[in-house]
């Protein structure tokens, strides 16, 4: 079963604008991770926050970490046509317990951006 | 250094018939996670290996199976395959010690079960 629910589903935007898409989690985790997935491909790590940390930036990648809300966004400034691909948050629930190696993923977003 | 390698890249089988695929890690990293993709279910985690030890499993058929070499290589392996097998499978690679660690993933093996 999946930990995460991400919206929106699915979004569409122009070139230049901003991109925001956010995930939902139902337990504790030690970190959320996201990913890039392009038309069915390998995942690409984006960026890791963890559950201490409120926000983080890479580049033009924004993530936000509520824990107390169990939820994150990730934005994506001034969008290129580049950025189009499937986009995914991932927990790691091991808080209190042996979940090795696993991610719990949600269901993603896609997204599309129109030159 | 390398990324995560997924050999091989596309696989056609027959039903009833067995596969491997095989991950090889990012140079250092000693955790291999494997995961199943498809449209209905997402990503599903399968299971994960450190040291050649499996320490967790996710919630599938005896039919999947993996291990762990001592080169951190790791392969899995699917007998008796079914149609709904047919999945993206991808491998994860990570340092596998402490709480916050990146998971990397390979480009994935495309399996299509007829």
């Known amino acids: 079963s999946q930990q995460g629910e991400e919206d929106p589903q699915a979004l569409s935007i122009q070139e230049g604008e901003n991109a925001t898409m956010n995930c939902s989690y139902k337990?504790?985790?030690?970190?959320l991770q996201w990913y890039r997935q392009n038309s069915g491909r390998g995942l690409v790590h984006l960026i890791l926050i963890r559950s201490n940390e409120r926000e983080k930036h890479s580049g033009r990648l924004r993530v936000t970490l509520d824990t107390s809300k169990k939820s994150s966004s990730l934005l994506i400034t001034a969008s290129r046509a580049a950025d189009t691909a499937s986009y995914f948050c991932a927990t790691d629930a091991r808080a209190g317990g042996t979940s090795y190696g696993k991610l719990t993923f949600g269901q993603g977003t896609i997204l599309t951006v129109h030159p | 250094k390398a990324g995560v390698t997924q050999t091989p890249r596309y696989l056609i089988k027959t039903r009833g018939q067995q596969v491997t695929l095989s991950c090889s890690p990012i140079?250092?990293?000693?955790?291999v996670s494997w995961y199943q993709q498809t449209p209905g279910q997402g990503l599903q985690f399968l299971f994960e290996?450190?040291?050649?030890?499996?320490?967790n499993k996710g919630n599938f058929p005896g039919r999947f199976s993996g291990r762990q070499f001592s080169n951190s290589r790791s392969e899995m392996n699917v007998s008796t395959l079914e149609l709904g097998d047919s999945a993206l499978y991808l491998c994860a690679s990570s340092l596998g010690r402490g709480t916050n660690t990146e998971a990397f993933f390979g480009q994935g093996t495309r399996l299509t079960v007829v």
């Open positions: 337990t504790s985790i030690n970190n």
């Open positions: 290996y450190f040291s050649e030890t499996q320490r």
């Open positions: 140079s250092g990293h000693r955790s």
